[in-house]
Nanobody
Framework: QLQASGGGLVRPGGSLRLSCAGS????????IGWFRQAPGKEREFVAR????????DYADSVKGRFTISRDNAKNTVYLQMNSLKPEDTAVYYC???????????????WGQGTLVTVSS
């Protein structure tokens, strides 16, 4: 099971840190990804991190603003989001799969999502 948390309301230019906590399985066996879905839009890839944390990958829209990291001892992956924009408003989901890519796949383990709203 994956539990995403940390969403909320933030002003443009602000920051939030999302957490994705795993239970019932060992997260360091999996690639963990963050995806988001804005109202009326399809779910899209945001970032992913390999099991060791040595490799990360980001969507072009968040490069330089978002940072994904993991703490395998805590079975948790984080998404630090800085310089937030209104277009970052979405429900953010974490997902896990040994071969997770930037492609949305129903076969991934999915968390329940946490809402991020960027508005003044």
């Amino acid at each position: 099971q994956l539990q995403a948390s940390g969403g909320g309301l933030v002003r443009p230019g602000g920051s939030l840190r999302l957490s994705c906590a795993g239970s019932g399985f060992i997260m360091d066996d999996y690639v963990i990804g963050w995806f988001r879905q804005a109202p009326g839009k399809e779910r899209e890839f945001v970032a992913r991190i390999t099991w060791s944390g040595a490799s990360t990958d980001y969507a072009d829209s968040v490069k330089g603003r978002f940072t994904i990291s993991r703490d395998n001892a805590k079975n948790t992956v984080y998404l630090q989001m800085n310089s937030l924009k209104p277009e970052d408003t979405a429900v953010y989901y974490c997902a896990a799969d040994p071969l997770l890519t930037s492609r949305v796949d129903d076969d991934y383990y999915w968390g329940q999502g946490t809402l991020v709203t960027v508005s003044s």
